[in-house]
């Protein structure tokens, strides 16, 4: 009984590395006013690589990835043995709260997905596990 507690309390938790956690505050203040968006990769469950990537809709409301840009970016997490843990991206002006169109386009419901709020001057950060319109948050953790 112990077990499954432990296994499902990790599970609603992420695990950051505090490198990768402040390279992601600086990824999205860099693109801002644009929203910016990126992979997170890592072994073990926590999240030790960061993928900026490029938002191809050059937008303040909405992100998108090229699809060769990812295609690429997967082969080489699988190249330094790691898993594609999330997906993140920033709100410039709004909370860290998933809209309605990150909930709609969500394309890969089995990955975290991580929000940079930067509308106040500390920018706010949660995640989420979106699926089949359900969104549940979860626990974020910095590890050294």
């Given at each position: 009984?112990?077990?499954?507690?432990?296994?499902?309390?990790?599970?609603?938790?992420?695990?950051?590395?505090?490198?990768?956690?402040?390279?992601?505050?600086?990824?999205?203040?860099?693109?801002?006013?644009?929203?910016?968006?990126?992979?997170?990769?890592?072994?073990?469950?926590?999240?030790?690589?960061?993928?900026?990537?490029k938002?191809?809709?050059?937008?303040?409301?909405?992100?998108s990835?090229?699809?060769?840009?990812?295609?690429?970016?997967?082969?080489?997490?699988s190249?330094?043995?790691?898993?594609?843990?999330?997906?993140?991206?920033?709100?410039?002006?709004?909370?860290?709260?998933?809209?309605?169109?990150?909930?709609?386009?969500?394309?890969?419901?089995?990955?975290?997905?991580?929000?940079?709020?930067?509308?106040?001057?500390?920018?706010?950060?949660?995640?989420?596990?979106?699926?089949?319109?359900?969104?549940n948050?979860?626990?974020?953790?910095?590890?050294?």
């Amino acid at each position: 009984m112990e077990k499954v507690a432990k296994n499902a309390k990790r599970h609603h938790t992420i695990f950051f590395t505090n490198h990768v956690y402040n390279q992601l505050i600086y990824h999205c203040k860099k693109e801002s006013p644009l929203e910016a968006c990126g992979l997170l990769s890592g072994k073990d469950g926590i999240i030790c690589t960061i993928w900026p990537m490029k938002n191809i809709d050059q937008s303040t409301v909405s992100f998108s990835m090229s699809l060769s840009e990812i295609k690429k970016v997967f082969h080489l997490i699988s190249m330094k043995n790691e898993n594609v843990l999330a997906i993140y991206h920033s709100h410039p002006t709004a909370p860290a709260i998933p809209s309605r169109g990150d909930i709609h386009y969500n394309n890969y419901p089995e990955l975290s997905h991580v929000i940079v709020s930067l509308q106040n001057q500390v920018p706010d950060i949660k995640a989420y596990k979106m699926e089949q319109n359900q969104v549940n948050s979860l626990v974020i953790k910095l590890k050294k």
